[in-house]
């Protein structure tokens, strides 16, 4: 394998050279925002003279390599005022910027911070960014900010509902998004069971979404990738900000240390409704506990003009329970990154993490002495290491080579049950594994109008002892198989099973005039770890298992083809994508399957095929007094699982043929905004009785075709609304302090989680539907944001 990914890299390198041989010097840099140092990602840096330019990285970096000469390098970023610099390049220079806010000197109000034409230029499709200012006017439950519910709001995002945690991409499950909090992956993003994710916004920098033509450094999951960044900490001056709100509140800490080369920011959340909660629980719930907390951190240092170093954490907890009663997960991760520059033209990131997702459930766990407790654990490491180069050969051509080793842990669950002082043991065993990729990608502009992206990824998964793996009988389709005994039984150390997987990756961008192109891309991409879930929606104790003798890794096949449009001098930016996914190895179960401490898990699966095809429409607003969105989804996932719904292809759970959102932002003056998230979408699936049964006269449904999901629920439909306010006081002489008043749910709908049937209270002969709603009217919330 390294042999042919060698030769693979050397080709596309020699493919590479000829510009080489016009190349004299290199002009590259840094560009910060001038407020607080933070790295600018995605500012367009124009060369006007030789009429070509690049991007900045994740990082604010730029390179560009030009033959010797005069030059005037502009640095455009919306929202920022323009920066132009001469350039006299008889020898590499290096020049780093910093650009400043110009939202006071502007006319128009933007809602973009990346360059103006970046949707027709980029050679990126299939991807979204949600800026942070934008999120933090929209509106949200209980008047929170929340990343998550803000791109469930993105074309070709859905959700199975309020209370469902996670998200759905193009025909995917939640557990097929990999999940960034910078470059660490979250295993369970949300808190309260889905009403809040994990990611606190006055922590967040930017945030990707990507859903299609996925680059060859991302790998581990075949629906998208959903990148989250953290700020690094204000270098210019100490900074305070925070917010009260009426479910929880929140304060953020900045601080510049060794003269401005390095900064920390710290970020803490609790939440509180168990405290407003107490004075009116009776003494049978006095002690109940519900709450969550979490606290982020970050650390960065400059070395010179060639090392950066930073270390950033996350760790948040939810707690829920009574009396001896407890249940609580949470997440924890770290993450240490070193940025060098080698030379004007070759950057490396290198990056190593730690996650952890963790859950525990019990009865009397804190009491040992107990004559009867239940105590179960379980958990999800993984640590890696992951070097990321960036070659800027020329300003036409950038080749990206890497790799990572992932190395994993898991602990499906570790349980002890007392009863009557006896102790029974019913823990299954850790299962490891390990993870290892090469990758190497180019992005290259052929001509002023042609510009491809394409490389190449190979993924490797091995299983690793000690463990015992069994073969398993099938007696009948469709039923639970059993295992042949004995099984295999491996020591510390052995390979049990290894899989790997070529994975191509390719997108081009054709430009047909100055705001107009046409995109194209190709994906495949293999998943090794999954989520094994059998309820209407994930829930924290869900099992993570790893690919194993039984079962194979995921694997995906996506196209996709876009038109892209801006109007009106980048005013507006429309778009128009259709895709088709195929989806291998989908995971279903059998009839009454029992996935938690499972020892045989793996006789209770089934495995099939998806597909996933749609279109997605997109029209946004990025100028004047009103700004937003509009999108609307086209789409269709169905599975194909042998012997379910009569080996017959059937709508996944979260199918949701029609999705339409509209988002709207209007600063009606200077301290006043308003803001409204209107969201329509189909019902999800649902399987419903088909006959009855009497039995002792009880009622009894039966699907007497064997259908899956044979109908659907009503409808979705939200409007929100919010205006946010801003204090004319100042506080502390200096600060900032608004308002935030939001409606949830404004008109009432008591919108369908799940509909069921069940025979009526005073005559259980007689069936009813019962429709099942987690919020069930409107939700109003007064929030009160402060800086300082």
Do not use: C
Not at 461 to 482: A, H, N
Not at 501 to 520: D, Q
Request: net charge positive.
């Amino acid at each position: 394998m390294k042999g042919k990914l060698s030769t693979i890299i050397l080709l596309t390198i020699l493919f590479a050279l000829p510009g080489l041989a016009q190349t004299n010097h290199t002009v590259s840099g840094y560009v910060r925002d001038q407020s607080n140092g933070e790295g600018l990602i995605g500012v367009s840096v124009y060369v006007r003279e030789a009429q070509t330019g690049v991007v900045t990285n994740s990082y604010g970096f730029y390179s560009l390599t030009l033959p010797s000469g005069s030059y005037t390098v502009v640095f455009t970023y919306i929202g920022y005022q323009k920066v132009s610099r001469e350039v006299q390049l008889d020898a590499d220079r290096t020049v780093s910027i910093e650009m400043s806010d110009a939202t006071n000197e502007l006319a128009e109000v933007t809602v973009s911070t990346q360059r103006e034409d970046e949707n027709v230029k980029s050679i990126e499709m299939s991807v979204n960014k949600v800026e942070m200012k934008t999120i933090r006017k929209m509106p949200a439950l209980l008047g929170e900010v929340d990343l998550i519910r803000s791109i469930q709001l993105l074309p070709g995002v859905t959700t199975v509902g309020e209370g469902a945690s996670g998200f759905n991409v193009r025909g995917g499950d939640i557990s097929q998004n990999l999940v960034l909090l910078d470059e660490a992956p979250v295993y369970n993003s949300s808190h309260l069971f889905g009403f809040f994710s994990v990611f606190n916004p006055d922590a967040v920098k930017d945030v990707k979404l990507i859903k299609g033509g996925i680059p060859a450094q991302y790998g581990g999951r075949i629906s998208s990738i959903l990148d989250v960044r953290m700020k690094e900490g204000n270098t210019k001056k100490r900074e305070v900000n925070g917010g009260v709100g009426t479910i929880f509140s929140r304060l953020t800490y900045e601080q510049p240390f060794a003269k401005g080369n390095g900064s920390f920011i710290v970020a803490g959340r609790r939440s509180y409704i168990d405290i407003l909660a107490k004075p009116f629980l009776n003494s049978d719930l006095k002690d109940s506990r519900f709450y969550f907390y979490d606290l982020t951190a970050k650390v960065n240092y400059r070395l010179g003009d060639k090392n950066t170093f930073y270390a950033s954490g996350y760790f948040g907890k939810d707690v829920f329970g009574g009396g001896d009663f407890g249940f609580g997960w949470g997440n924890a991760t770290a993450t240490a990154r070193w940025n060098h520059i080698f030379s004007n033209k070759l950057f490396l990131n290198l990056t190593g993490y730690y996650s952890n997702y963790d859950y525990s459930l019990g009865q009397n766990q804190n009491d040992p002495g107990a004559k009867d407790r239940f105590d179960w654990k379980s958990k999800i490491i993984s640590t890696s290491i992951k070097p990321d180069f960036t070659f800027y050969i020329t300003p036409k051509n950038q080749l990206t080579f890497g790799g990572q080793y992932i190395y994993y842990d898991t602990r499906p669950g570790k349980a002890i049950a007392v009863s009557e002082g006896e102790n029974t043991d019913i823990s299954l065993d850790p299962r490891y594994a390990d993870e290892s990729a090469l990758y190497i990608g180019n992005e290259q502009k052929l001509t002023d109008r042609i510009s491809l992206q394409y490389g190449l990824r190979y993924s490797y998964f091995r299983s690793l002892g000690p463990g015992t793996e069994y073969d398993y009988i099938t007696l009948k389709k469709g039923l639970r198989k059993v295992p042949a005994f004995p099984g295999t039984t491996y020591e510390d150390g052995d390979v049990i099973k290894s899989y790997g997987n070529w994975e191509p990756r390719a997108s081009v961008n054709i430009g047909l005039g100055a705001n107009t192109s046409i995109k194209a891309s190709y994906n495949r991409t293999a998943q090794y770890l999954h989520l094994l879930s059998n309820t209407a929606a994930s829930s924290p104790l869900d099992v993570w298992t790893l690919s194993s003798y039984n079962i194979r890794p995921e694997k995906a096949d996506q196209v996709a083809l876009g038109w892209f449009q801006n109007l009106r001098n980048n005013t507006y930016e429309a778009s128009v994508e259709v895709y088709y996914k195929k989806m291998y190895n989908q995971i279903d179960y059998v009839p009454g399957s029992d996935l938690l401490l499972n020892q045989f898990v793996a006789g209770d699966l089934l495995f099939g095929e998806g597909r996933a095809y749609g279109a997605e429409f997109y029209l946004k607003k990025n100028k004047g007094k009103l700004t937003g969105w509009a999108s609307y989804t086209l789409s269709r996932t169905e599975r194909l699982i042998e012997t379910v719904n009569n080996s017959n292809w059937f709508p996944a759970r979260f199918d949701k043929p029609h999705n339409f959102t509209l988002v709207a932002i209007y600063d009606l003056k200077k301290r006043l905004s308003l803001s409204a998230n209107f969201t329509f979408a189909s019902g999800t699936p649902a399987t419903f009785p088909t006959n009855r049964y009497e039995v002792g006269g009880l009622l009894v449904g039966h699907n007497y075709a064997g259908g899956r999901n044979n109908n659907r629920i009503p409808a979705y439909h939200r409007l929100d609304f919010a205006a946010t306010l801003q204090s004319r006081r100042k506080l502390f002489k200096s600060g900032q302090g608004e308002w935030v008043f939001s409606v949830y749910n404004v008109y009432n709908r008591r919108n369908p989680f799940s509909v069921y049937t069940r025979g009526n209270e005073d005559n259980p002969l007689k069936a009813e539907a019962v429709r099942y709603a987690v919020i069930g009217s409107f939700v109003p919330a007064l929030t009160y944001n402060f800086k300082f």
